[in-house]
């Protein structure tokens, strides 16, 4: 049984954050329904494109869900809407949550509805991962040590995040209803979500407290040691050595534990304090780097692989699809899925293991409109005939 198999959620969206966790319920087994304007929303037609102007973009992030089309300017359609919204008890959007898409709205029919909305700010103002982030402190530590050019990462970091804390407030808020009998109304803002991780990492207290300005470390690892180097084939690769285990594994790998202890001695500090280690970094990295820098990469993984180094390989993207084994179908994530009007591509179900196996089978994103009459008449009890009809005033529409 998938864990959320009696879970329905109507999801009106668009862009990441509210599809992402759409994505992440249904992937569990959640019976997610997507609603869209007749000819697609906003993030239809979003890059990644194929040669023929599909939305790769579009695909991955709504893996599972089923979808409906309507002319969400119309009266009725809105009525057929607030009546799936209330016949599922689950509502998640990024839409503005007001008029016809208000809580009060919505629960007048479903009491125990649960509702959640997410928003740019607090305030309801709209705001964007690209807009969050460059006002978060990232931007101003990220990228190379000779520059005060600030630098944007290229992860939308706070709209994945935000979408995986909406699909935990719906479970949390499905949980309280099915103990208390109750609905919730929710709202969840994108720049709420950043400044509680930023919190959380300590740089708003280290801030706050210290009052200093952490500063720009390339590719440092910051408060502890890591950085990256270049073997002799040209492959880069990042080393980490924050736990006791891991730094020793580095050093004996590199046969530089002597060396490193003339270093340590030398300093006068205690490189079991992984603070120490990072202030000591240069000197490390010129000690530990010879060995790295002189052998292929096969050979360092060899070592490093029986030894227990916590490293890595940077790799493209195109690398990674045909390189690693992690990002195949011999992995228990991916599987071989055919998506519509796209082709067969590696296609992940959800990273929660479930006695080891992952608990639904990755299956494809919908087309758009693909279930427009299987939801009216298996959801809402509409005859062919009623629904012949919506199609005629173009109310609603199937695929296109």
Not at 23 to 41: K, S
Not at 147 to 161: C, E, G, K, M, R
Not at 284 to 311: K, L, M, Y
Request: hydrophobic share 40%; proline share 5%; net charge negative.
């Amino acid at each position: 049984m998938a864990p959320l198999e009696s879970l329905r959620v109507v999801e009106g969206s668009a862009f990441v954050a509210a599809p992402s966790g759409g994505m992440t319920l249904a992937q569990l087994g959640a019976d997610v329904i997507r609603f869209d304007q007749i000819g697609g929303g906003l993030d239809a037609h979003r890059w990644p494109l194929t040669a023929d102007g599909r939305s790769i973009y579009w695909a991955g992030l709504n893996k599972g869900k089923r979808s409906i089309v309507a002319d969400l300017t119309s009266p009725r359609a809105r009525e057929l809407l607030t009546e799936l919204i209330g016949g599922a008890g689950t509502f998640l959007t990024n839409f503005p949550a007001r008029g016809w898409l208000g809580y009060d709205s919505l629960s007048a029919s479903r009491p125990d509805l649960v509702m959640l909305a997410i928003t740019g700010n607090r305030d309801g103002s709209t705001a964007l991962d690209y807009t969050v982030n460059c006002a978060i402190g990232y931007p101003k530590v990220t990228g190379p040590v000779d520059t005060d050019d600030v630098v944007n990462h290229v992860l939308p970091a706070w709209d994945l995040i935000c979408g995986q804390t909406a699909a935990l407030g719906i479970v949390a808020a499905d949980r309280r209803r099915l103990i208390h009998g109750i609905g919730s109304s929710m709202t969840l803002a994108l720049s709420d979500v950043a400044l509680a991780a930023v919190s959380a990492l300590g740089h708003v207290a280290e801030a706050q407290i210290n009052g200093t300005e952490r500063p720009r470390l390339g590719n440092d690892l910051y408060g502890a040691y890591g950085t990256d180097f270049i073997t002799t084939d040209g492959v880069r690769i990042y080393v980490v050595g924050i736990s006791p285990r891991q730094w020793s594994s580095l050093l004996i790998s590199t046969e530089s534990a002597s060396v490193v202890a003339a270093i340590e001695r030398r300093l006068g500090l205690d490189f079991t304090d992984e603070g120490h280690r990072f202030e000591a970094r240069s000197e490390i990295s010129a000690a530990i780097g010879p060995w790295i820098e002189s052998r292929t990469v096969d050979q360092v993984a060899a070592v490093f692989d029986t030894n227990g180094v916590c490293w890595g390989r940077y790799q493209s993207f195109l690398e990674m699809v045909r390189h690693d084994d992690r990002c195949s179908t011999g992995s228990d994530l991916f599987r071989d899925v055919e998506q519509p009007g796209i082709g067969t591509y590696l296609t992940p179900g959800s990273p929660l293991a479930f006695g080891g196996s992952i608990p639904v089978e990755p299956r494809a994103a919908p087309l758009l409109g693909q279930h427009t009459d299987q939801i009216l008449a298996e959801e809402l009890g509409l005859s062919p005939t009623e629904i012949g009809r919506l199609h005629d005033d173009a109310v609603v529409a199937g695929v296109e």
